[in-house]
């Protein structure tokens, strides 16, 4: 569980040249070419905000909504943003033109499979954001791909239109029932995975949603891969504050950065029972836990 | 061109090229950085703070964002002392890396223990200095780190000290969340800290509004980033200007804590700080180490001085001026 490169990682000036508001959100492009060049879906950049003198020092992650080859100025990179907080609203805020230091591409990318077998990708929210670009890439390797695309709310969800064109078949859930079918992702996936008969689905979006689709993966006999959503400071390896519990290959639990060691995770791999209420506990079976204890 | 300056130091028999350093816990170990910069262009890269055991760390959320600044309760997450010693410092030392080991313990013996499998390693000669981290505030005890005290801090100081060869320094990492941080830098010198690293992260805490609950896990953190520099800058000219006045034996000080810039730097040598590490800015800009040498250099030469060392501790007065 070690980072998977040691190469250089770029940290370049990128050039904002286009801020669309899609639905709740915003999509940003920015020239980046180095970015573009190395980036795999599942992977994600790192922005500062704030400009130079910015009190909000913290690098913001966004996972890499797709590399396109540049027009004039060189290959750029997207993102999808929903402004939370200050960090993401200055982003948002943005107009062209306008420069934003970017570190990337970070992190372990969704992994593909050698055979073109049947997948499914599950989107929450705007975690649907890198799943077209995956599903592009896996249909090119000739696997049929199915897009399950859910959110709260018919405005919070993101690309239903390009699923269309990324995906063999598309199903929409909403929380309300304001577009297709009113529930979870979890009320239509295990239909989904056996009318396709996947064998692999990925996923992005909360925390809780990933639990379900891995545990309903397992269900019906399908690998889960699941992009995971945890606080970084710094999204590089060094402060280690994005950890989550992970079972290695070797059945140790350890508290795994993911940022490096992830983001993209198997499902099956996470202690997700030691997540609880906004939370997540040390297992004490984790390796260096007995450590902690009096601690 | 401007002329050369001569940006080398010698802390305590530590010789350094540079005064730049990583902060502990703000860089892992060397392999993460190093796909960003050469991390043997370092005066010194300062390692994690290692125990003698592998330690998970605590839960999440470990960090909470603050003006110029974040709140952190990592809980020293790391491999333990052995393992550290087989794989992290082995590397480092094979990327030419001047390395500053930063230790710690739950006892005063256990900060010894560490100390003794650092000594046999086979990368020992990678070695260039220990820096003594008695002031995380990431611990059981909290408010009580080792560092609060002076006493307790003599005895982890000596324990160190002995079990080290003579010619590694050991520098003892204080907090300034203590009333007089001048006594505690006095008693760890008596009981021999060749040098001082200041400052620690300062005990603190932020409420999450929404849940009405501490954010951080494990309730209060260390605070750090820009918004502590002046207090890091009050910290270091205290304990210079006690020594300055004969209170305490002059010893090399290596400043920490907010530094951003070059002009940062700055202020932490002027009040007294022979080396400066560079800590929660590398999350902002990885190669911020590097890029503060290059800014402080700059500010010396356009200043006029001919050697790093003549810029410490400039802004105390001078017995001419008294």
């Not at chain 1, 960090?87 to 948002?92: K, V």
């Not at chain 2, 300055?244 to 700055?266: Q, S």
Request: aromatic content about 4%; overall charge neutral; proline content about 6%.
């Amino acid at each position: 569980m070690r980072p998977a490169t040691r190469e250089r990682v770029p940290q370049v000036c990128g050039e904002l040249v286009a801020n669309r508001r899609v639905g709740a959100y915003h999509q940003l492009t920015f020239v980046a070419a180095e970015v573009a060049a190395l980036a795999r879906p599942g992977q994600f950049v790192a922005l500062a905000v704030g400009g130079d003198t910015s009190a909000t020092l913290l690098r913001r992650c966004f996972s890499i909504h797709k590399v396109s080859p540049g027009e004039t100025n060189g290959d750029t990179v997207e993102i999808v943003v929903a402004a939370k907080g200050p960090g993401t609203a200055w982003l948002t805020d943005l107009r062209t033109p306008a420069e934003v230091s970017i570190i990337g591409p970070l992190g372990r990318g969704f992994p593909l499979p050698t055979e073109p077998v049947p997948c499914v990708l599950v989107g929450g929210g705007y975690g649907s954001a890198p799943l077209f670009w995956l599903a592009e890439v896996l249909r090119e390797r000739g696997c049929h791909v199915e897009l399950v695309l859910g959110a709260a709310t018919r405005d919070q969800l993101f690309g239903v239109g390009q699923a269309r064109r990324a995906a063999d078949g598309v199903t929409v859930t909403t929380d309300d029932g304001s577009m297709g079918t009113k529930g979870w992702v979890s009320l239509v996936l295990p239909d989904v995975i056996r009318r396709s008969r996947a064998d692999v689905v990925y996923g992005c979006g909360p925390m809780s949603m990933l639990r379900a689709v891995t545990e309903i993966a397992a269900t019906e006999g399908a690998v889960a891969q699941v992009a995971v959503e945890e606080s970084m400071a710094c999204g590089i390896g060094v402060c280690m504050t994005c950890v989550m519990p992970v079972t290695g290959r070797d059945g140790v639990t350890r508290m795994a950065r993911s940022c490096v060691e992830g983001p993209v995770f198997r499902g099956d791999r996470i202690r997700w029972e030691a997540f609880d209420d906004g939370r997540c506990q040390v297992p004490g079976d984790a390796y260096g836990a007995q450590a902690m204890v009096g601690h | 061109m401007s002329p050369v300056i001569d940006m080398s130091v010698d802390l305590a028999g530590m010789r350094l090229p540079n005064p730049l350093m990583t902060a502990s816990g703000c860089a892992a170990n060397g392999r993460e950085l190093s796909r960003f910069f050469d991390i043997a262009e370092l005066g010194a890269f300062v390692t994690k703070t290692v125990l003698a055991q592998p330690r998970s760390g605590r839960g999440t959320p470990r960090m909470a964002e603050t003006p110029s600044g974040m709140l952190n309760s990592i809980g020293l997450q790391g491999p333990g002392i052995t393992e550290f010693t087989l794989r992290d410092l082995v590397w480092l030392k094979s990327a030419g890396a001047r390395v500053l080991v930063s230790i710690a313990g739950n006892t005063a013996g256990e900060f010894a223990d560490v100390a003794a499998v650092l000594r046999e390693s086979p990368a020992f000669d990678a070695v260039v200095g220990v820096e003594v981290n008695i002031s995380c505030p990431n611990v059981a005890n909290r408010g009580l780190v080792f560092a609060c005290d002076p006493l307790s801090s003599a005895k982890v100081i000596a324990l160190v000290r002995e079990t080290l060869p003579r010619g590694i320094p050991v520098f003892a990492k204080l907090s300034p969340d203590v009333t007089d941080i001048a006594e505690i830098a006095g008693a760890c010198e008596t009981a021999g800290a060749d040098g001082l690293t200041m400052i620690n992260t300062l005990l603190a805490m932020v409420i999450d509004t929404d849940l009405l609950r501490p954010q951080v896990g494990g309730v209060t953190g260390g605070l750090s980033g820009p918004a502590i520099r002046p207090v890091a800058v009050r910290a270091i000219w205290q304990v210079r200007a006690a020594m300055i006045e004969g209170r305490i034996p002059v010893v090399p000080i290596i400043g920490v804590g907010g530094v951003r810039t070059g002009d940062d730097a700055l202020q932490l040598v002027a009040a007294g700080a022979s080396a400066i590490q560079v800590g929660t800015a590398t999350f902002n800009d990885p190669a911020a180490p590097l890029r503060v040498n290059r800014e402080l250099t700059a500010a010396l030469q356009e200043k006029g001085f001919a050697r790093f060392t003549d810029a410490v501790g400039i802004a105390h007065p001078r017995p001419d001026q008294q």
